[in-house]
């Protein structure tokens, strides 16, 4: 009887993951989630000069320094479009080559990797919301690029094919979401995707989980937003001078405000929630911001939660110096006992 209920079980799960083919009926194991802790955001690595995607401002020594500081994955978001609007199923094979030589760098040292080739303006995504044969050209895009990265070992190959995607219509991206893990997991079997909710925050919880089992569910947090963005020169209206923690700011509000909702929400569905962002920009008081990573890194050692901070470069950066030539760049110690890195 409990052979025959195990039986019915497990093909009732297969027939679920029906179109995402082989792989996607395997939920991911602990090991496989293990090394999606402790990760830091490497944001601008590759960027457009000239029209050229070129690697800009890091080198192996960022790699290493990040490797000792005792951060075991990096995720690689890349914010210039890649995808060729006319031909969507062409990839440009120069690009191509320079971001597997950045993945290949990752790895070799001894970093797992979240590679997020499409981390694309707002106004991009909106454009794909409007367009729906720009969304089919997405699709494609995604099966010839997915194939290009199929051959890496899926242990330390993360794929994330979108993130906050921010489209108005939660429907409109689950449905195009859908389309783009079919076609990934047809090319890459057994990679685990970092699959993102509509808007890649606390909506998360709002989300019903994909059929395809081998994902985690992408969230970011930044909360309080008016703390760890103050002063942003690109949101010009939020003031400095904010202070964490206060009376009503501080652990028990991170955790009732994203915490808890989102644990809650991955526990009843029997899924893997990974933090792929969470930072605080350097306009505010450094005791501050320690108080809120010594928080968060806190909580998130204690939930067992995947994470990787936003972020290396300046901005949010936990680098003494984040101006300082590659090589010469050194961890400001205290920020990565808040994490709990090492
Ligand atoms: C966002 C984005 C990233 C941005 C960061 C800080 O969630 O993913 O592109 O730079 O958070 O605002």
């Known amino acids: 009887m409990i052979r025959l209920t195990g039986f019915l079980l497990l093909w009732a799960v297969r027939l679920s993951t029906v179109g995402y083919g082989q792989g996607a009926a395997e939920a991911v194991s602990d090991a496989r989630y293990e090394k999606l802790k402790s990760g830091i955001n490497i944001d601008n690595w590759l960027v457009r000069k000239d029209g050229a995607l070129t690697a800009g401002q890091y080198t192996e020594a960022d790699l290493k320094l990040i490797r000792e500081a005792g951060f075991i994955h990096v995720r690689f978001p890349i914010r210039t479009p890649l995808m060729n609007e006319q031909q969507h199923d062409k990839l440009n094979r120069q690009e191509l080559d320079t971001i597997k030589s950045v993945v290949n760098l990752m790895l070799k040292n001894g970093l797992a990797v979240v590679f997020n080739p499409v981390h694309p303006s707002r106004e991009y995504t909106a454009r794909m919301e409007a367009d ?40 409109t991206w689950y449905a195009l979401n859908d389309r783009v893990l079919k076609a990934i997991r047809q090319a890459a079997p057994r990679h685990t995707l970092v699959v993102s909710p509509v808007k890649g925050n606390v909506d998360v919880v709002e989300m019903t989980p994909v059929a395809d089992r081998n994902v985690v569910y992408s969230t970011h947090f930044y909360s309080p937003f008016s703390f760890t963005h103050q002063g942003a020169p690109w949101l010009k209206k939020l003031p400095t001078g904010q202070r964490y923690p206060t009376d009503s700011l501080n652990a028990a509000y991170l955790k009732t405000d994203f915490f808890n909702p989102v644990t809650a929400w991955a526990k009843k569905h029997n899924v893997k929630v990974y933090m792929g962002e969470y930072g605080v920009l350097n306009t505010a008081g450094y005791e501050d911001k320690l108080a809120w990573l010594s928080d968060v890194g806190r909580i998130t050692t204690d939930l067992n939660l995947a994470s990787a901070l936003w972020c290396y470069s300046p901005g ?23 994490l709990g890195v090492k």
């Open 132 to 171: 729906t044969a720009m969304q089919t050209g997405f699709v494609r895009f995604w099966s010839v690029l997915a194939k290009e990265f199929s051959s890496y070992d899926p242990e330390r190959l993360f794929i994330e094919p979108m993130n906050e995607p921010f489209f108005k219509s939660a429907a």
């Open 316 to 338: 949010f950066s936990i680098i003494e110096d984040p101006k300082a030539p590659a090589g010469q760049r050194k961890f400001d110690q205290k920020f990565l006992n808040a």
